[in-house]
């Protein structure tokens, strides 16, 4: 039974645009922050963005902040990507966060998709 399913993710040049989505089929969705992680080859997973339940209250690391917005409805969430560069290579993770607001860690989040890969060619 997948809980957290990402989608979006491919293959584009430098200075490109994509969009992921983020659904779910927890109730808490609705309810708890939703953040992004991404996780490069042979790299630890680090945090992207995250947004708050109601939307009003968001975060990004600082390479990407300019770049990549987040945002969500009731159903799913997005992070809108431009700008791209290589280094934002990686597979991209949505999840559910434990509480309704905002976190940067990882283990404040309770429910993790699969992935989708994103591939940024110089």
């Known amino acids: 039974q997948v809980q957290v399913a990402e989608s979006g993710g491919g293959v584009v040049q430098a200075g490109e645009s994509l969009r992921l989505s983020c659904v779910s089929s927890?109730?808490?969705?609705?309810?708890?922050?939703v953040g992004w992680f991404r996780q490069a080859p042979g790299q630890e997973r680090e945090f992207v963005a995250a947004i708050s339940w109601r939307g009003d209250n968001t975060m990004a690391a600082d390479s990407v902040k300019g770049r990549f917005t987040i945002s969500r409805d009731i159903a799913k969430g997005y992070l809108q990507m431009n700008s791209l560069k290589p280094e934002a290579t990686g597979i991209y993770y949505c999840?559910?966060?434990?509480?309704?607001?905002?976190?940067?860690?990882?283990?404040?989040?309770?429910?993790w998709g699969q992935g989708t890969q994103v591939t940024v060619s110089s």
């Open positions: 927890r109730r808490t969705f609705s309810n708890n922050g």
């Open positions: 999840a559910v966060a434990r509480r309704a607001i905002a976190r940067t860690v990882a283990s404040e989040y309770a429910y």
